[in-house]
């Protein structure tokens, strides 16, 4: 099976840039819905972006403008690149894959079928 593991996580100041990568192994597909989520202390986690095979994207609203998300098929590696960072964006960030499937193009998840697949976690820290 799938094996995700995600780094670049660390400090920032509030309107700064942080660039997560997510490094994919092991027994994957060519058609897939993989995308990254976050989770503050106490909360529950929460959907950020998705990125399909053919490259198509959807952001949540609180991200939207702010934060890009990106693949290199060559290196096997899924990115989120996050910009005009506030401290509301401190959080664990995971990323996750689901794969023989698409992402969801209506309205509520980003996701057609949960990601069955998860990161470890890299943490990401803003401060005013």
């Known amino acids: 099976q799938a094996h995700l593991a995600e780094s670049g996580g660390g400090s920032a100041q509030a309107g700064g840039s942080l660039r997560l990568s997510c490094e994919v192994s092991g027994s994957t597909y060519s058609s897939y819905c993989m995308g990254w989520f976050r989770q503050k202390p106490g909360q529950e986690r929460e959907e950020v972006a998705v990125?399909?095979?053919?490259?198509?994207?959807n952001y949540e609203e609180f991200v939207k403008g702010r934060f890009t998300i990106s693949q290199d098929n060559a290196k096997a590696t899924l990115y989120l690149q996050m910009d005009s960072l506030t401290p509301e964006d401190s959080a664990m960030y995971y990323c996750?894959?689901?794969?023989?499937?698409?992402?969801?193009?209506?309205?509520?998840?980003?996701?057609?079928?949960?990601?069955?697949?998860w990161g470890q976690g890299t943490q990401v820290t803003v401060s005013s």
């Open positions: 996750a894959a689901a794969y023989l499937t698409y992402c969801n193009g209506g309205g509520g998840s980003l996701w057609y079928n949960p990601p069955k697949y």
């Open positions: 990125i399909d095979s053919d490259g198509w994207t």
